[in-house]
């Protein structure tokens, strides 16, 4: 698994390799464009928030395939009661869609990803819970 951005000396120390953000501090589309390029063997990259501690393999497993199953979608992006833009599985042909994106100014996932084939893919919830302070942890 790899990290995109991060603390470069403590995220190693828990299996994570890190890959420096493209431009750091700009949004996360910099992030997910980071990470379709960090790795230009792969057919598809799956990017996930950092806070989606509750995340299963089955969710992961499911965006994986729809994009698998649609050769001519960009993204399978998982969905809640809402769009989970942050939780998606790309397909290296959307790279260059996403840095142009960026390059005109765009910072937004979801705003990107408006310009692209998607296919929604319904999701458990739970598994998309983020954690922003302790306070969201179970006791």
């Known amino acids: 698994m790899v990290a995109v ?19 750091p501090g700009e949004g996360p589309l910099g992030g997910v464009i980071t990470a379709l390029a960090a790795h230009p063997d792969a ?25 698998d199953a649609a050769p001519t979608v960009h993204a399978a992006v ?9 939780c998606t599985a790309w397909h290296r042909s959307a790279l260059e869609q996403l840095r142009e994106s960026f390059l005109s100014g765009e910072r937004r996932v979801h705003v990107a990803l408006a310009a692209l084939q998607v296919i929604d893919v319904v999701v458990p919830a739970q598994d998309l819970r983020n954690v922003n302070s302790p306070a969201d942890l179970p006791d």
């Open 5 to 23: 951005g991060g603390d470069p000396l403590a995220l190693p120390e828990v299996g994570l390799v890190v890959v420096p953000d493209w431009r």
């Open 43 to 67: 057919a598809a990259v799956v990017v996930v928030a950092c806070d989606t501690p509750w995340l299963s393999s089955a969710t992961v497993r499911s965006l994986v395939a729809a994009l």
């Open 78 to 86: 998982a969905i809640t009661d809402r769009l989970q833009p942050l």
